[in-house]
């Protein structure tokens, strides 16, 4: 990443000295609009200070020799901060003040770090990450600087401060502060986690604030459609075409299992003939990189081919013309609502429907759904077979009330 320095020098005019008259020249550091201020060791008295040149004025050997301080501390300052950016190491103006003044063993801050770590995964993104991760890493960062701002009224914090207070009251912060659940609070702490485990590695902190600290997560039953639902929602007819065109691409991901970031980014390209002869869709999952490859069932298909030449799909270069992932959500309230489905349906319920209704429901293995999905762990799609197995049961219950009635029935008979 390349970082922009800025140094100016500026008199001290509060600290002017009762018996010279003279005020310090101090030098400020800028980088990436940080800054840090270091004295020169140099007085001036303030009728003879340039202001726009941030020098001393006239030719006088005084001047001289004060100007010629002042290009030598820029050169060293310069020179510090090329070393740092050849080396590829953290650059800030607070850094740089440290070498500088010989301060070698300076202090590391969190923030600091943080952003460090999410520069890097930036320039990796569309290799070993994700445009997508880089977003939820800026994301954790900020609300990150917003509980240091918010406990100690500070810009960052040094590392040798974080113990295990400091995460159970951001723990705190993120759920009565901010509001946010359990399960996503604990997902910015897991990210928190990894920076903290960069210090350790690096031998910053001696001890891990998290030893103590135990990350869970909280039991979510995922939201889907069933078999009635999703015919109710195949069979629905739209007089707005906006409405008709958020249906299919959802009704699409529900035979396909895709998540929104996936079924955008396919092209035609994504859709070639399998071993056994039949079209399937070949793509590597935005979110984690595994392949997903899905064979095309006939709905899936059918909508493929009703916008095939859409004037969207065309001059986009892409299978279906999806929209923004905001408004499909907002559409697809409205469309619960012309279907009569008493759910609050989005998008990713989609691939909840795909792994439940249509796949898992009628016999299909959980190793090929957890495949079909790009699930790199089984464990993740064990998830949607307890949920199936959750269905069975409570239709089993209702059989043997039905069936208990019938034999009272009989019997009362």
């Known amino acids: 990443m390349n970082h922009t320095l800025s140094i100016l020098f500026w008199l001290l005019n509060n600290r002017i000295s009762k018996k010279t008259g003279e005020a310090p020249i101090m030098v400020r550091i800028t980088v990436d609009g940080k800054r840090a201020e270091i004295t020169t ?22 001047a001289r020799i004060i100007n010629t301080h002042l290009n030598k501390i820029i050169v060293k300052l310069e020179k510090i901060f090329d070393r740092l950016q050849d080396n590829n190491q953290f650059i800030s103006a607070a850094i740089i003040k440290n070498i500088y003044l010989g301060k070698t063993n300076r202090q590391h801050f969190l923030l600091e770090l943080f952003r460090h770590h999410n520069n890097q995964v930036e320039a990796q993104i569309g290799k070993d990450y994700s445009r997508g991760t880089h977003e939820r890493y800026k994301c954790a960062y900020r609300q990150v600087a917003g509980f240091i701002n918010h406990k100690y009224r500070v810009e960052d914090i040094a590392m040798k401060d974080l113990n295990y207070s400091f995460v159970a009251d951001y723990e705190f912060y993120l759920k009565s502060v901010k509001g946010i659940g359990h399960n996503t609070s604990m997902k910015y702490i897991r990210q928190l986690k990894k920076i903290v485990l960069l210090a350790i590695k690096n031998e910053w902190l001696e001890r891990d604030p998290f030893a103590q600290f135990e990350i869970t997560t909280k039991e979510v039953k995922k939201g889907y ?4 639902e999703l015919q109710s929602l195949y069979h629905a007819e739209f007089d707005i075409e906006r409405l008709e065109l958020v249906r299919d691409i959802f009704l699409f991901c529900c035979y396909t299992g895709l998540s929104y970031s996936d079924v955008r980014k396919l092209t035609p390209e994504n859709i070639s003939k399998g071993l056994d002869g039949e079209y399937w869709i070949f793509v590597d999952r935005t979110k984690t990189g595994a392949p997903s490859n899905v064979p095309v069932l006939p709905i899936a298909n059918e909508i493929i081919r009703k916008y095939e030449n859409h004037p969207e799909a065309i001059h986009g270069e892409r299978l279906l013309p999806v929209i923004s992932n905001q408004k499909m959500n907002a559409y697809l309230k409205e469309i619960a609502i012309v279907c009569r489905i008493p759910k609050v349906i989005t998008f990713h319920m989609a691939r909840h429907t795909f792994a439940t209704t249509v796949t898992l429901s009628n016999g299909v293995s959980i190793e090929s759904v957890g495949n079909m999905l790009g699930h790199k762990n089984i464990k993740t799609t064990q998830i949607y077979a307890k949920v199936v197995q959750e269905k069975v049961s409570s239709d089993m219950l209702r059989l043997k009330e039905v069936l208990a009635d019938k034999s009272k029935l009989a019997s009362n008979q």
Request: aromatic share 4%.
């Open 225 to 228: 459609l069933t078999d009635d």
């Open 41 to 62: 060791g140099r007085k001036v008295l303030p009728e003879k200070w340039n202001v726009n040149s941030g020098r001393v004025k006239g030719n006088t050997e005084e």
